[in-house]
């Protein structure tokens, strides 16, 4: 089977995203169904990988119902309560500053992004760049993996590391796993940002 996602490789930001349904407990009786949605900010050799890890596990996975792919950065992120960011770490600002009033207010982010952006007041983690531009949370997801040894499905570990919200880190280790893929949720956002490379 084809993946569901693809890439462009004139366009530095190829969106993708993944609806899913999910159900909330509303004073502890009653069972609340809503459509969450995964977007894929991404480009290159992992943003291809990052969308096809997603993109395997929204078809195995109950909760999720297909995955589809958008030109417009504005449109595939509007609805999105899930966005992962996975772009070289120069085009970070900009993508956020687009993003600005954009974005969800209940949204989460993941970054998988390696690097820093450094500015005169000093460098500055891309973690904290999406949390402060954009206004929401965000995760990162690192390891010491190389993209093309995981579009091949060879043996991988990776580690998501989150602030306080472990039911969005489990989230996010769904969204990624795979039988060769490995990943463990770990509380510590800056320290695997900066050191599980």
Known sequence: ???????VPQDTETQTEAP???SNTVNNDAQVDYKSRVTVVGSGNWGSV????????????????????????EN????????VFVNPHQFMEGICKRLVGKVREDGE????????EVKMEGPCMISTLITEQLGINCSVLMGAN??????????S???????????????????FCTPYFIV???QDVEGVELCAR
């Open 20 to 22: 899913h349904k999910a």
């Open 50 to 73: 990052a969308a096809k890890l997603i993109a395997s596990n929204t078809l195995k996975l109950n909760s999720f119902h297909g995955a589809y792919r958008y030109p417009d950065l």
């Open 109 to 116: 982010a993941i970054s998988l992004i390696k690097g820093m």
């Open 157 to 175: 570990e990776a580690t998501v590391g989150y602030r306080d919200k472990r039911d969005i880190a489990e989230q996010w280790v769904r969204l």
């Open 146 to 155: 190389i993209a093309n040894e995981i579009a091949v499905e060879k043996f």
């Open 76 to 83: 595939a992120v509007k609805d999105a309560n899930l966005l």
């Open 184 to 186: 463990t949720p770990v």
């Open 1 to 7: 089977m084809a993946p569901a996602f693809e890439q």
